[in-house]
Nanobody
Framework: QVQLVESGGGSVQAGGSLRLSCAASGYTWYYNCMGWFRQAPGKEREGVAHISTSIGSTYYADSVKGRFTISQDNAKNTVYLQMNSLKPEDTAMYYC??????????????WGQGTQVTVSS
């Protein structure tokens, strides 16, 4: 099995920055992509960004392009999400996920517990 543990969430003012981390353990060959999803109360869960763990190619939702950067450290089986120029609309629970790429979308099979990001105006 695969375990994912997120960290780095918190509360910041608009315009601030946070960096989220997701450490994977277990059978890391069970997936070929890792990504970040977010969900606010009463809203659908949405994909934010993902990365191909083998190739390193990245994808971003339009709402975060130019502000968020996903990266990986393969030696540590860890992915990061650098979030800059945060907006109140970014407030959500952020979940790390690992899965397989299909139609250039990371389809999660494993999920982390989530980390809360709150952005105040």
């Amino acid at each position: 099995q695969v375990q994912l543990v997120e960290s780095g969430g918190g509360s910041v003012q608009a315009g601030g920055s946070l960096r989220l981390s997701c450490a994977a353990s277990g059978y890391t060959w069970y997936y070929n992509c890792m990504g970040w999803f977010r969900q606010a109360p009463g809203k659908e869960r949405e994909g934010v960004a993902h990365i191909s763990t083998s190739i390193g190619s990245t994808y971003y939702a339009d709402s975060v392009k130019g502000r968020f950067t996903i990266s990986q450290d393969n030696a540590k089986n860890t992915v990061y999400l650098q979030m800059n120029s945060l907006k109140p609309e970014d407030t959500a629970m952020y979940y790390c996920a690992a899965g397989v790429l299909r139609m250039n979308i990371c389809r999660p099979n494993y999920w982390g517990q989530g980390t809360q990001v709150t952005v105040s105006s």
